[in-house]
């Protein structure tokens, strides 16, 4: 089953176009790693997804859903349901604790009731390992504890496909291997997932397929193996030869 589909998707900001006929179909469970230069047009290409930038041309499909450059704010919710997404700054509610972050979503979209919701928060914080700081505030965590609160407040919501966009970018290099371990955990758990990463050794390890952008467009579409080894484009061998230094 496919997950997300983009077919022929373009965007402009006024008159700036940031992508350009962008096709692909990521199937259920795959893991896409989503590489390329600053200003690639890698976070607009995941903030499509969900549609907090609304394309200006093409088809997106999302869980089947299908999402049209004029479709209603009813179907946006709808949407974004279905998709969760991790961002640099983790963006908690700084006045509820890690649990209630976490159950938030599920009681007041979904309408769970209070226990059920504590319950599967629960779980879900066992699952990225803050069992021992339930009640703690964001402000009582550290960056790396902050970025996990994040990742299962996400999956509260029970999305079809996860959307991380420099997870580990804003974090003191001690606490990047932490948030990593629990998105690889995730990855083998089956969750689809588009993953803007700059660690390349991660992109690598985690992904079953990359995607490499260059201006607005996928250059290149490969196994991780096979691009990292050689990649088939002058564009994409400047690339690594930059971020992976000899
Ligand atoms: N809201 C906006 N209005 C106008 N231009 C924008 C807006 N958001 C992004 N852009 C432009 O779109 C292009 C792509 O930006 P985007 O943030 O998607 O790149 P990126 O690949 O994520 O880069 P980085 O690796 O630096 O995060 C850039 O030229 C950027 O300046
Ligand atoms: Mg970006």
Same mark, same amino acid.
């Given at each position: 089953m496919t997950v997300v589909s983009f077919k022929n998707v373009s965007k402009s900001f006024g008159a700036r176009q940031v992508l350009t006929d962008i096709t692909f179909d990521v199937p259920q469970g795959q893991v896409v790693s989503l590489i390329g230069p600053s200003g690639a047009g890698k976070s607009t290409l995941l903030r499509c997804v969900n549609q907090l930038d609304r394309h200006t041309s093409g088809n997106i499909s999302v869980a089947g859903q299908q999402i049209s450059p004029s479709c209603r704010q009813r179907d946006l919710m709808r949407l974004r349901r279905h998709v969760g997404m991790v961002f640099q700054s983790f963006n908690l509610w700084p006045h509820l604790s890690a649990i209630g972050n976490v159950m938030e979503g599920? =009681?007041?979209?979904? &309408? *769970?009731?209070?226990?059920?919701?504590?319950?599967?928060?629960?779980?879900?914080? %066992?699952?990225?390992?803050? #069992?021992?700081?339930? @009640?703690?505030?964001?402000? +009582?965590?550290?960056?790396?504890?902050?970025?996990?609160?994040?990742?299962?407040?996400?999956?509260?919501?029970?999305?079809?496909?996860?959307?991380? @966009?420099?997870?580990?970018?804003?974090? @003191?290099? !001690?606490?990047?291997?932490?948030?990593?371990?629990? =998105?690889?955990?995730?990855?083998?758990?089956?969750?689809? =997932?588009?993953?803007?990463?700059? !660690? =390349?050794?991660?992109?690598? *390890?985690?992904?079953? &397929?990359?995607?490499?952008?260059? @201006?607005? +467009?996928?250059? !290149?579409? !490969? %196994?991780?193996?096979?691009?990292?080894?050689?990649?088939?484009?002058? &564009?994409?061998?400047?690339?690594? #030869?930059?971020?992976?230094?000899?």
């Amino acid at each position: 089953m496919t997950v997300v589909s983009f077919k022929n998707v373009s965007k402009s900001f006024g008159a700036r176009q940031v992508l350009t006929d962008i096709t692909f179909d990521v199937p259920q469970g795959q893991v896409v790693s989503l590489i390329g230069p600053s200003g690639a047009g890698k976070s607009t290409l995941l903030r499509c997804v969900n549609q907090l930038d609304r394309h200006t041309s093409g088809n997106i499909s999302v869980a089947g859903q299908q999402i049209s450059p004029s479709c209603r704010q009813r179907d946006l919710m709808r949407l974004r349901r279905h998709v969760g997404m991790v961002f640099q700054s983790f963006n908690l509610w700084p006045h509820l604790s890690a649990i209630g972050n976490v159950m938030e979503g599920p =009681m007041t979209v979904l &309408r *769970r009731p209070r226990g059920q919701a504590r319950e599967q928060a629960e779980a879900l914080l %066992e699952q990225v390992g803050l #069992s021992a700081h339930l @009640d703690k505030y964001p402000g +009582q965590l550290s960056g790396g504890q902050q970025q996990r609160v994040a990742i299962a407040r996400a999956l509260a919501m029970e999305p079809e496909v996860m959307l991380f @966009d420099e997870a580990t970018s804003a974090l @003191d290099p !001690e606490m990047v291997q932490e948030v990593l371990g629990v =998105m690889e955990k995730l990855a083998g758990s089956g969750m689809t =997932m588009l993953i803007v990463t700059h !660690e =390349m050794a991660f992109a690598r *390890r985690i992904g079953h &397929r990359v995607l490499f952008m260059v @201006d607005g +467009q996928i250059v !290149e579409d !490969e %196994e991780p193996a096979s691009f990292f080894a050689s990649p088939a484009t002058e &564009r994409g061998r400047a690339f690594l #030869s930059r971020a992976l230094p000899a």
